[in-house]
């Protein structure tokens, strides 16, 4: 079966402080892999997207991962965080195609303190 | 990015009674629809993935007579929430997705049943 696994639920760090969050995901096939965050009150947002090439992929607001197929892994960094990046974030995989289910982690919590 | 649009944002039933809610992809057309669930401070649970013109795919322990889903078009995919209770009180959260591309989300729609 599809599951996507986060391994931190809640982070807490001080601004400037270097951030990775961990993902690892285990999907039959081909897959694509994204970081979502939900920011307080909000909607999903993409931050960051892998389907092929360069495994190592950046996103908005300096956010970068690294896809490691031989670990099944697509995590998350960010070398200096700041307060404004306080949210939720979810990893998710689909399936290539777009008929396949896209399915989430449980979160991670980002609280980060000035 | 694309918009989804999903309404209601927000909406309070009677216990019993039915619920409607839209989701409707503005900008391009979606090959699959996906219907989450998310319980506060939890990850969304996709309850069901909705390809236009064939019959939705539940996820395990879905019931798919309370939770029916109809995806009329490349652009609008409903979930109707038949003879509602307060158990199914939630924020429920519709994605569309293109063939090989991000899955974009609605504002989600919180349901009170009272």
């Known amino acids: 079966a599809q599951s996507v696994s986060q391994h931190n639920h809640h982070v807490i760090l001080s601004e400037a402080a270097s951030l990775e969050l961990g993902c690892n995901y285990s999907?039959?096939?081909?897959?694509?892999l994204f970081w979502y965050v939900q920011y307080p009150g909000q909607h999903l947002q993409l931050l960051l997207k892998?389907?092929?090439?360069?495994?190592l992929v950046k996103g908005i607001k300096g956010f970068e991962a690294e896809f490691i197929k031989s670990k099944f892994s697509f995590n998350l960094r960010k070398p200096s965080v700041q307060w404004s990046d306080t949210a939720e974030y979810f990893c998710?995989?689909?399936?290539?195609?777009?008929?396949?289910?896209?399915?989430f982690g449980a979160g991670t919590r980002l609280a980060v303190h000035p | 990015g694309a918009v989804v649009s999903q309404h209601p944002s927000w909406v309070i039933c009677k216990s019993g009674t039915s619920v409607k809610i839209e989701c409707r992809s503005l900008d391009f057309q979606a090959t699959t629809m996906f219907w989450y669930r998310q319980f506060p401070k939890q990850s969304l649970m996709l309850m069901a993935t909705s390809n236009e013109g064939s019959k939705a795919t539940y996820e395990q322990g879905v019931e798919k007579d309370k939770f029916l889903i109809n995806h009329a078009s490349l652009t609008l995919s409903t979930l109707t929430v038949t003879s509602a209770h307060p158990e199914d009180s939630s924020f429920y959260i519709c994605s569309a997705r293109a063939s090989n591309t991000e899955a974009f989300f609605g504002q989600g729609t919180r349901l009170t049943v009272v």
């Open positions: 998710a995989a689909a399936g290539t195609g777009g008929y396949n289910k896209l399915i």
């Open positions: 892998y389907f092929s090439g360069d495994p």
């Open positions: 999907y039959g096939g081909t897959v694509n």
